[in-house]
């Protein structure tokens, strides 16, 4: 048995300079600012002129810099004239400072802070490690290839300050499994007993013919020949995949128990190499990119949350995505729009039942050990189309030129039509799920994959589909197995699932970027996303009582933070159970399509 890991050496700092960490630490205030700044946790001073200030706690720091305010209280922030001051005297920006010195501020509490900056140090590092890499320029990467784009990405969430904390992961680990270090990752397979696994497949599919296609007849045999060794019947077992990181550093010692008994046996590596997606636990399959992806439990935690998965709801995922699936393929409107959903195939889980005696269904204990695999996008690839994480459309290079305006020069379309075709792909169908469905996505960038041609978006693929959906009719008439995505959700905070994840939490910062590279004016960006929305209610004129219940054309709509959840409890933001509940609600948006 191997472990898939990089050899331990001084080597593997040597991203940590003194001239990356500052640049570093420049690009994670800025931001800090900015985003604070947009959820009424900093309110900086108008000094006239595009010039603001920000004072410490105690007032005697000040951060100055430039700015230029865009639609939804958007902070765009002149890195290079950011600079901070005591008593006259510049002082050098300094990350950990800077958020002891607004602790008061931020509403930090003693218990958070020193493990938020904890996050904040781990994602400064990332960014040193992301630089020290050769440049890639926006326009080369437009025409790179999937995995080249996914790892290519320099920012993470674009509304989260700590957005790569991974706490947990040493620095070796961190070079082997980040998925902007692109390391290789061959994933460790298990052998759980029967009676505390469960493997359910979606329509079509069954255990041993599904795993046979996913790892081989050899990888398989060799898999059985490690049970029979050990005197153990491979029918007894059901094989499950497991993050490296998972196998040496917790379900080697937190299920040693399971090991002892031979409960769950270690079977070794299986022979495929896999990338890690932006999602961090995730895996694509380079050996065969038609293969599935891979989406494993991995007890880090990463901005928000412990990043497992429950046993229990893996048992649900195949029939979830069946049922969407087959609500999307019936739509003509979505079927339309090119949407399509990558569907998560199969999931396995295994229960530790001792834990589970001295838990609650939420903690973290019952979230160590499941997995599932996700279709892979590759297979269903028309000729001369490429594949992009949608992520990809808020990346800017070390020049500021985005992916976003390469792809639009690339297209040789104008900007406003280049975004229309954007918008048919995306947002349409967010609209039409709202609106006829009462089903809501979690439509952020890393959750959808764009099929793009000559530079142009053709199609959007939506995924994550058992954790993140939502249907918020309670009249609704769902199958029993799929009745765990109904939320009960107030009626004036459903439309914050399209104001809130599409306009702020995305086209705020994609049109800023534009808006700042020139590439079009504020206004026709958010007129164009106003016709988008227009054209779909004029070709829907049976649910026009919907349209005014639920007004995207409204005056204004509800500031929902995410950072103040983070700062708030960094490892479980939201109340799986009423997520709706836990929101972070203060003040308004003026909407920019009203």
């Not at 706490?167 to 990752?185: C, D, K, M, N, R």
């Not at 999931?347 to 838990?359: D, K, M, P, S």
């Not at 086209?507 to 590439?519: D, K």
Request: one cysteine or more.
């Amino acid at each position: 048995m191997t472990r898939t890991s990089l050899a331990p050496s001084a080597g593997a700092v040597d991203h940590l300079t003194p001239e990356r960490w500052a640049e570093a630490t420049r690009l994670l205030i800025r931001k800090a600012l900015a985003e604070f700044a947009h959820e009424r946790l900093l309110r900086p001073e108008d000094l006239g002129s595009g010039r603001y200030v920000v004072r410490s706690d105690d007032g005697q720091v000040r951060y100055h810099f430039a700015a230029r305010l865009h639609a939804l209280d958007h902070w765009q922030i002149d890195g290079a004239s950011l600079t901070r001051h005591r008593d006259g005297v510049e002082l050098p920006l300094n990350a950990l400072e800077f958020f002891t010195e607004l602790r008061g501020a931020l509403g930090i509490g003693d218990k958070i802070l020193p493990v938020y900056l904890e996050e904040i140090s781990s994602t400064l590092s990332g960014t040193c490690f992301k630089l020290a890499k050769p440049h890639i320029s926006a326009a080369e990467l437009v025409s790179a290839g999937f995995q080249e784009i996914e790892t290519g990405m320099t920012e993470g969430h674009p509304c989260f300050v700590a957005n790569n904390g991974r706490l947990g992961f040493g620095v070796h680990e961190y070079l082997s499994y980040a998925p902007e270090t692109a390391s290789p990752v061959r994933l460790m397979w298990l052998a759980g007993r029967r009676d505390r696994a469960a493997f359910t497949a979606g329509e079509g599919l069954e255990y041993e013919s599904f795993l046979r296609a996913e790892l081989g007849a050899e990888t398989l045999a060799r898999f059985d020949a490690v049970l029979r060794a050990q005197d153990l019947d491979p029918a007894d077992y059901l094989l499950i995949p497991a993050h490296p990181w998972q196998w040496w550093n917790k379900l080697s010692v937190t299920f040693a128990a399971e090991v002892a008994d031979r409960r769950l046996v270690c079977l070794g590596e299986g022979d495929d190499e896999y990338l890690a997606q932006q999602s961090i636990r995730t895996f694509f399959n380079t050996s065969d990119p038609a293969r599935h992806y891979v989406k494993t439990a991995l007890s880090v935690v990463n901005m928000g949350f412990m990043r497992g998965l429950s046993a229990a709801y893996m048992k649900a995922t195949p029939a979830i995505n069946d049922w969407l699936a087959g609500l999307v393929a019936a739509d003509e409107v979505l079927r339309s729009t090119g949407l399509g959903i990558i569907r998560e195939r199969a999931a396995v889980g295994y229960r530790h039942l001792e834990y589970e005696a001295a838990t609650d269904r939420y903690s973290p204990y019952r979230k160590m050990l499941a997995a599932l695999w996700r279709e892979s996008p590759v297979p269903a690839l028309g000729e001369g189309e490429q594949l992009a994480t949608m992520a990809s459309l808020l990346h800017t290079d070390r020049d500021g030129a985005s992916f976003a305006g390469a792809l639009i020069e690339r297209s040789g379309l104008a900007p406003t039509a280049w975004l229309r075709r954007y918008l048919r792909a995306y947002l349409t169908p967010l609209l039409h799920s709202f609106y006829a469905y009462d089903l809501v996505f979690m439509p952020h960038g890393e959750n959808v994959i764009l099929v793009l041609e000559d530079g142009v978006v053709q199609r959007a693929l939506f995924k994550d589909i058992a954790e993140e959906i939502a249907v918020m009719d309670p009249t609704a008439v769902l199958p029993p197995e799929v009745e765990r995505v109904r939320v009960e959700v107030p009626e004036d905070r459903k439309l914050l699932s399209l104001f809130t994840d599409v306009f702020d939490c995305f086209f705020r910062f994609l049109s800023a970027n534009l808006v700042t590279e020139g590439i079009i004016e504020e206004d026709a960006f958010w007129r164009t996303v106003a016709e988008c929305v227009r054209d779909y209610q004029h070709s829907m004129p049976e649910l026009a009582d919907k349209f005014r219940q639920y007004d995207m054309f409204a005056p204004e709509f509800a500031l929902s933070c995410l950072n103040r959840l983070q700062l708030r409890d960094n490892e479980q933001m939201l109340d799986l159970a009423d997520p709706a509940g836990a929101l972070q609600l203060i003040g308004t948006l003026k909407n920019p399509i009203a």
